[in-house]
């Protein structure tokens, strides 16, 4: 080979060899492109991946200082999120409710058809004859006054009996018959008074002696024993105002102390008064337990509310009042003199303010449950 040649072969080899670098080059730089990228999906961070292969960096150093910032971010989301859900929970949860501190909801929202089916009475807050009592329990008796124990007259056999039990009877009716042991005359048995045959012990063929055959008591007039403790024994006195209540029945009624009795009862060791109170629509039965309020004193209260009104929330004694667009609101006050139905208001209402009056529990209730709710 002459020595053209030679150069020629060499540089045709030359070419050669820089078109391989050069498709090298290009190569190796489009492999990185791609392992950037491919980075950048994996990891969310291809412009810092990209740097450091394109600066001959560790790749794995480079990986743990993105992820170690991801792994900051993350907690600081995690950090928030329950923050988040608070805010949440609370907009589910608000019923739109007044809260005190604390977040105890102090106020209700009921509708008037709601007000109307649930029995809410609303009245407005005035003056009322407010009376100091004592409360003692008591029971129902027959008025002895007016009450016979039938018995035969004579000894001897019982031949008839003409009247039942629960049976009216008048003064001089016939109950039985009762032919005499001396004179084997037959006598009628009647009854002295006029009213009702309690009890009946005669039946025919029986020995008539000193137990009582009938009992007829008058209904219309009962007696009413009060117990009454020691401490509050000197309070009470003849002529008194007393209001009687059923503790079984919703029936009351009022009268005065008749007297009050000079010895006390040996197993209680109190001391009984008795009142007299009407019957004449048979109400009231004999045996029935009560609860009397005795009337110590009286006054007019400038301001009172039902005593049922009154209810105890948070430690504070409170008064729902009606405010606009069915809301209520618990309303703290200070009490006075109070009964079984008014109670005086010395601060905490006005003269015509509006307030739950009856069924206020069910108010209570609903403030309650809010409460309880909001602090879910």
């Known amino acids: 080979m002459n020595k053209r040649n030679l150069i020629l072969l060499t540089l045709l080899l030359a070419i050669a060899g820089g078109a391989y670098l050069v498709l090298g080059g290009d190569a190796k ?40 910032h991801g792994d900051e971010h993350g907690h600081d989301h995690a950090e928030a999120k329950p923050a988040a859900e608070e805010h949440g929970e609370a907009d589910e949860h608000g019923h739109g409710h007044g809260g005190e501190e604390g977040g105890h909801a102090e106020e209700s929202k009921i509708s008037d058809n709601a007000v109307k089916n649930l029995n809410i009475e609303i009245l407005q807050a005035g003056s009322a004859m407010v009376q100091e009592t004592v409360s003692v329990s008591g ?22 009996v003409v009247k039942e039990p ?15 042991n001396d004179s084997l005359q037959v006598y009628a048995v009647k009854s002295p008074v006029s009213g009702n045959i309690i009890t009946r012990n005669a039946n025919v063929g029986e020995l008539a ?14 007696w009413v024993e009060l117990f009454i403790f020691s401490k509050d024994g000197e309070k009470l006195k003849a002529g008194q105002k007393v209001r009687i209540q059923c503790l079984d029945d919703p029936i009351n009624t009022d009268t005065t102390i008749a007297l009050v009795l000079p010895t006390a009862e040996a197993s209680s060791q109190t001391v009984v008064a008795r009142a007299v109170i009407e019957n004449t629509d048979n109400h009231w039965r004999s045996g029935m337990n ?11 209260a400038p301001l009172a509310v039902k005593t049922e009104a009154i209810q ?51 108010v209570k209730a609903d403030i309650g449950k809010a409460g309880v709710e909001d602090t879910d």
Not at 46 to 68: L, N
Not at 209 to 222: H, I, M, R, Y
Not at 327 to 337: C, D, I, R
């Open 29 to 68: 730089e489009t492999a990185t492109e791609n392992h950037a990228h491919a980075d950048k999906d994996e990891h969310g961070h291809g412009d810092e991946h990209k740097d450091d292969h394109a600066e001959g960096g560790d790749h794995g150093h480079g990986d743990k200082d993105e992820h170690a």
């Open 139 to 160: 029971r129902v008796t027959l008025n002895q006054n007016t009450t016979a124990q039938v018995k035969a007259r004579f000894p001897g056999v019982i031949r008839s």
């Open 166 to 180: 629960g049976e009216v009877v008048k003064a001089g009716d016939t109950l039985a018959t009762v032919e005499s």
């Open 209 to 222: 002696a000193d137990t009582p055959l009938f009992v007829v008591a008058d209904l219309s007039k009962l």
């Open 290 to 300: 009560i609860r009397a309020y005795v009337v110590l004193s009286e006054k007019e």
């Open 312 to 362: 105890r929330m948070e430690g504070n004694t409170v008064v729902f009042v009606a405010e606009d667009a069915g809301t209520f609101k618990a309303q703290p006050v200070e009490t006075g003199m109070g009964d079984a139905t008014w109670t005086e208001i010395k601060s905490g209402l006005s003269a015509g303010q509006r307030y739950v009056a009856k069924n206020s529990f069910v």
